[in-house]
């Protein structure tokens, strides 16, 4: 009797790869990473239609108490605004430094998704960041302030309106710290925080001077490897509790000192 799987004709089916999954996961968390882009943006735009209607409307009716009602405004859409960049920036960061290597490995490649570290990589990207984190201070809270400002010189400041206006001025220069401290620190063009690479570093691979290259792991009892630039493989063991990695370094062509022993140099 015909295999179950046969019967008909068909074809066995096939089993989902690991690259594969790795690659669904991408495509999903790319979709969702530009779902929150176009929503983070248009929250900017929502923020200063609102600010216009609610000036216009106080400056029609010449009532100041008005201008109140733009710092609570100002404060919920900028904390959402907030939260959706920093998922944006989380997404980026996954990809870069969990997907890529691993697909990397799986597809013997140098190097995949590179597009993701080399936008980060030019020059302008601190002062893009600066201007951009001005912008947030500017949408978000200075014109909230601004409004708070102008409602106290108008003469019109007086009991628990007194008090809220208090209260939301404290609301509002919270949120322009946490918009500060998101975007913090600007760092240099194409670095990650260190905080993500110890995460992700199981495993490290550096390439040093003369061609040579290094590769270890941090877990006790594994094994480094190192080649030197004339060809010569030198393995050692890590002990319980200690950390076998790149801790050498290499001079012109000859060899460097290895985990566990060291190389002549080159004739």
């Not at 046969?6 to 990473?33: C, F, H, N, W």
Request: charge should be neutral.
């Amino acid at each position: 009797m015909a295999d179950g799987s046969r019967e008909g004709g068909g074809m066995p089916e096939r089993g989902v790869t690991a690259g594969e999954l790795l690659l669904a996961e991408y495509q999903s968390i790319k979709d969702e990473q530009k779902a929150r882009i176009g929503f983070r943006d248009n929250l900017l735009y929502v923020t200063l239609t609102v600010v216009a209607a609610v000036v216009a409307a106080a400056a029609q009716t010449g009532r100041a108490s008005m201008l109140l009602a733009l710092a609570p405004v100002c404060v919920v859409l900028g904390w959402t605004y907030l939260v959706n960049d920093e998922k944006i920036t989380a997404i980026g960061r996954y990809v870069r430094d969990e997907l890529s290597p691993r697909l990397a490995r799986l597809a013997d490649a140098e190097a995949v998704f590179a597009w993701e570290t080399a936008h980060r990589s030019d020059r302008g990207r601190r002062s893009r960041k600066a201007i951009q984190c001005a912008v947030d201070l500017l949408a978000f809270c200075v014109l909230p302030l601004s409004a708070l400002a102008v409602y106290w010189s108008s003469g019109d400041a007086a009991g628990g309106l007194l008090a809220l206006s208090a209260i939301e001025a404290l609301a509002v220069t919270g949120l322009a710290v946490l918009v500060v401290r998101y975007a913090l620190p600007l760092g240099p063009p194409g670095s990650t925080t260190a905080a993500t690479a110890a995460a992700g570093a199981g495993r490290a691979t550096g390439t040093m001077a003369a061609g040579t290259t290094a590769t270890g792991t941090t877990a006790a009892g594994t094994t480094a490897t190192r080649t030197t630039a004339a060809g010569t493989t030198v393995t050692g063991t890590a002990g319980a509790g200690g950390a076998a990695g790149p801790t050498g370094s290499t001079a012109g062509s000859g060899g460097s000192a290895g985990p566990t022993g060291s190389t002549a140099p080159a004739p």
